[in-house]
């Protein structure tokens, strides 16, 4: 069974500042699919970034990037330029691939991150 | 569009009552699923449509119901709940042979259940 795994509850950054939140994962699968997804307080849950498993490049989206260890099976998001609206939950998932037939997503525990002013 | 609209925003009933959660999505998505949200805690699976058909159930009590009328609609239909299955409900959807796209949530229900 996949196991997603946030081992930081909590973290703190200050604005204008970079903070990287970390994820570990395990799985037996090759190919797979790894996601950050966003949800401020008593806001809407967004898809931040993804990552394909097979693909080596690390994904980025604007402020946000990845860092992608494969081997290691770890999948840490990295936040640049950190701003007040950054705060909020931020969760780990997974996913098999296409070819699993499933549509099954796995979530971390989530790390509530708190950009300072 | 890539939003994903779900009604009521909120929800109060007692534990006698029968009511329906709607979801709704017109971004062409072919899996739709629903989540129960404790505060604080992860998104906890409770159903997936594929293609309008129930794929994965998981292990949800009876008394949560859900229906896919088509392929743009999910419900979810409530009956006889218990106060402790007051939670956000949270509906989504992603493609269906690319489902690697990620998911879309709605904003969510939140349920009370006195």
């Known amino acids: 069974a996949q196991t997603v795994t946030q081992s930081q509850p909590e973290m703190s950054v200050q604005e204008a500042e970079t903070v990287t939140l970390s994820c570990t994962y395990d799985?037996?699968?090759?190919?797979?699919?790894l996601f950050w997804y966003k949800q401020p307080p008593s806001r809407q849950m967004i898809l931040v970034i993804r990552?394909?498993?097979?693909?080596?490049q690390n994904a980025t989206e604007n402020r946000f990037s990845v860092n992608f260890q494969k081997a290691a099976k770890s999948f840490s998001l990295k936040i640049s330029d950190s701003q007040l609206g950054d705060t909020a939950m931020y969760f780990c998932a997974f996913m098999k691939g296409r070819t699993s037939g499933t549509y099954k997503y796995i979530f971390g525990t989530g790390t509530r991150l708190k950009v300072l002013a | 569009d890539t939003e994903v609209t779900q009604t009521p925003k909120h929800l109060v009933m007692g534990m006698t009552n029968k009511k329906s959660l709607k979801c709704e999505q017109h971004?062409?998505?072919?899996?739709m699923y629903w989540y129960k949200q404790k505060a604080k805690k992860p998104p906890e699976l409770m159903f997936v449509?594929?293609?309008?058909?129930?794929?994965i159930n998981e292990s949800v009590p009876s008394r949560f119901s859900p229906e896919c009328p088509n392929s743009s609609l999910l419900n979810l239909h409530l009956h006889a709940l218990q106060p402790e299955d007051s939670a956000l409900y949270l509906c989504?959807?992603?493609?269906?042979?690319?489902?690697?796209?990620?998911?879309?949530f709605g904003p969510g229900t939140r349920l009370l259940v006195l």
């Open positions: 799985t037996s699968e090759s190919n797979y699919y």
């Open positions: 989504a959807s992603s493609q269906g042979r690319l489902a690697g796209g990620g998911q879309y």
């Open positions: 449509y594929s293609y309008e058909k129930l794929s």
């Open positions: 971004m062409g998505h072919r899996a």
């Open positions: 990552q394909e498993a097979y693909k080596q």
